[in-house]
């Protein structure tokens, strides 16, 4: 399989990896034959790549730390929780009619993250710009976890991770809709409004029976930042509960490397770079360090540019030299086919090297 870009679809293609809609439903299941008709309706739900068939690529797989399943039933839960809380009767009551889901979905996570843990992180998942709250927060909830898993957390710790990252942002039913979509730079009252969604989250989430204090830190914490930059409390440091700094670095590596309204999303490879740069600054030094190194910078899928003219498409990474995974070489030097497609493990070829992404 291989990742293709909306702009490059072609009816006749198959899609390999199912399409979930904004609350998590499946919009095109797996072995669909893409018509015109089909294109049209990904462009105008914001989907800006898919997964499709390809014979030189037939044995390539994109393992995810979850399923697809999963991910579409995670955000279909958050989907709910968000539309329940968003009315004045269902804030005094809280979700604590959600608890079983939540608790279920929360455990089930845990288990294929733990399962899937010794793999290096290449999120896979195709998201619409509509859907992007409850895409980000399982992505945010898989992140925290996988670094949670790392560090060796108990089960019990992994649990209140996972609900504080899963709920990180529900204070956002109070902001605008127009605020949230907004295009453009926002003035200093919208600005203001957007900062309030931690303590607005954090009330929300203490009407709930799930409620612990641990996880209500991570919710109200997440965008405070180590040199004491961030909001709302402008907390320093080891000030900063632990479970908040790993979502800190989760929050902003999935924000990163998504499509905003505003921007296209950034490479992973890049998304690393400014993590690495804001490490000791923005961030803890230590989960920034643990987190890239267990990244895939350039995941499964990417099409490369290597250093001696070819291109080709990565189809597996060297957990020890992250910068050189194995690459198909599918185009030679005047970017025409190449007759014999073979792969290059760049880790046993120090003299050629990854020289940009091609889209």
């Known amino acids: 399989m291989r990742k293709v870009g909306i702009e490059h679809l072609k009816p006749g293609m198959v899609t390999k990896r199912p399409v979930l809609g904004f609350v998590g439903q499946v919009m095109l299941n797996v072995d669909v034959e893409l018509k015109a008709s089909h294109i049209y309706y990904l462009q105008q739900m914001g989907i800006k790549a898919i997964y499709i068939h390809d014979e030189k690529l037939a044995d390539v797989q994109v393992n995810d730390l979850i399923s697809d ?13 968000m539309k329940d809380i968003d009315s004045a009767a269902e804030v005094k009551k809280g979700f604590a009619f959600r608890e079983r889901e939540l608790n279920d979905v929360v455990s089930r996570i845990i288990d294929e993250v733990t399962k899937n843990s010794n793999s290096l992180v290449q999120l896979s998942d195709i998201r619409s710009l509509d859907g992007y709250i409850f895409a980000h927060s399982v992505n945010c909830c898989v ?3 996988f670094m949670g898993v790392k560090i060796n957390y108990s089960r019990k710790a992994l649990t209140l991770l996972a609900t504080g990252a899963f709920l990180h942002d529900i204070g956002f039913v109070v902001v605008p809709q127009a605020i949230l979509n907004k295009q453009v730079a926002l003035t200093d009252e919208e600005y203001a409004a957007v900062k309030k969604h931690p303590d607005e989250g954090y009330q929300l989430f203490r ?3 799930l409620f612990s204090e641990r996880a209500g830190e991570i919710i109200n ?3 405070e930042r180590y040199n004491g930059d961030g909001y709302p409390g402008g907390l320093k440091g080891k000030e900063i509960a632990s479970l908040a700094r790993v979502v800190m670095v989760a929050d902003v590596y999935d924000a990163l490397t998504s499509d905003k309204t505003f921007r296209r999303a950034y490479p992973v490879h ?9 490490s000791g600054e923005l961030f803890d030094p230590e989960i920034v360090e643990l987190f890239l190194e267990n990244l895939a910078l350039y995941p499964v899928g990417s099409q490369v540019m290597l250093s001696n003219g070819e291109s080709g498409l990565v189809v597996a990474n060297n957990k020890k030299h992250l910068t050189q995974p194995v690459v198909r070489l599918l185009y030679k030097k005047d970017l025409t086919p ?21 889209n």
């Open 221 to 223: 914490y997440h965008h």
């Open 69 to 81: 399943q999963l991910r579409g039933e995670s955000r279909a839960l958050l989907a709910q929780i």
């Open 143 to 145: 992140l925290s976890v």
């Open 338 to 358: 190449h007759p014999a497609p073979y792969d290059l493990d760049l880790s046993k070829f120090k003299e050629i090297s990854i020289t940009g992404l091609v």
């Open 270 to 278: 890049e998304s690393a770079a400014m993590l690495e740069a804001w």
């Open 207 to 209: 009407h709930s029976r």
